[in-house]
């Protein structure tokens, strides 16, 4: 019989103990053979066309890597119904894990940039979280999320604005609080703060993804008044009950880097932010830490 503190008895533990899950995207959480079936009915080609070669394709090689998956994901999405099965979907996963909250990223400049309309995917979306509610009794709440690297100053206030703007307009739909993600190196968080006071002054909370491949300078921005002087107040990025920078280390775990010498480590720890336990087959490029 195990102990309890055997590695046994403590998987059992956290099998069993209702859960709540602060930070997973829904574009990467989407089941592999799901994808398959949304890429062959809205005919794009993904670089693989079976379960294995999808995993191999998965397997996380950079942060570039990690992003291209997740674009080409995105690409699989094209109707209101692609949107309400992957929420649906997520919200079944979390019934089987006992998962009875989530705070989950969803990126709606990128569907927009690629021609889906607002109705379009934030309707899927709702029907497929009620959907998820009704059945499972879980809770999906949405965190909008900036995408920092978009190419261009004016395209990027465009994109971020939208942003901002239909995460405002959908809190009564769900949406709790404003994110930023994307590729970091390039593109510090600081002048993204004016959005942030935006959102908080409409009432969303702030919830930027930092540290993923800078490390603690870019949690260091978040942290800091928007000019980044410590004699500033606390920027909009990293303000209010819910705010937190996200210091994200499967990137870098998965990279084959040890836990020892993430960058998070050198975080200093009153900026540092704590993490909810990585459910690690929920992203792409994660599967493969199983």
């Known amino acids: 019989m195990s102990s309890p503190t055997t590695p046994a008895s403590i998987e059992a533990y956290l099998r069993a103990a209702p859960k709540a899950e602060l930070h997973v995207h829904l574009e990467g959480s ?5 994808l398959l079936q949304l890429a062959q009915r809205n005919g794009v080609d993904l670089p693989a066309r079976d379960l294995g070669g999808l995993r191999e394709w998965f397997r996380y090689r950079d942060f570039d ?9 995105t690409r699989c999405l094209r109707n209101s119904e692609d949107y309400e099965l992957i929420a649906y979907e997520f919200g079944a996963e979390m019934a089987s894990q006992n998962i009875r909250y989530a705070e989950v ?37 949405w965190v909008f ?16 604005d939208y942003t901002v703007g239909v995460a ?66 606390r920027s909009a990025l990293h ?14 775990t998965a ?21 909810a336990p990585l459910d690690r087959g929920r992203c792409p490029g994660h599967s493969q830490l199983r």
């Open 30 to 34: 989407i089941r592999p053979a799901t």
């Open 65 to 73: 890597h990690f992003v291209e998956i997740y674009i080409e994901i």
């Open 105 to 141: 990223t969803f990126s709606p400049s990128t569907h927009h940039a690629l021609g889906v309309a607002q109705d379009v995917w934030f309707g899927g979306l709702s029907r497929g979280r009620e959907r998820a509610r009704a059945e499972f009794d879980v809770e999906i709440a």
């Open 145 to 160: 999320d900036i995408v920092r690297n978009v190419p261009g100053p004016e395209d990027n206030r465009e994109r971020a």
């Open 168 to 233: 405002i307009e959908g809190m009564r739909d769900g949406v709790v609080a404003l994110g930023l993600g994307g590729v970091e190196v390039g593109y510090p968080p600081e002048p993204f703060a004016p959005y942030f006071e935006r959102a908080l002054a409409a009432g969303l909370h702030s919830v930027p993804h930092a540290g993923e491949t800078v490390g603690p300078p870019s949690v260091w921005g978040c942290a800091q008044g928007a000019e980044g002087r410590e004699d500033r107040p």
């Open 239 to 252: 303000r209010g009950p819910r705010a937190g920078s996200v210091p994200c280390r499967a990137p870098h």
């Open 255 to 275: 990279g084959g880097l040890p836990y020892q010498q993430h960058p998070a480590r050198r975080i200093p720890e009153p900026v540092r932010a704590p993490a």
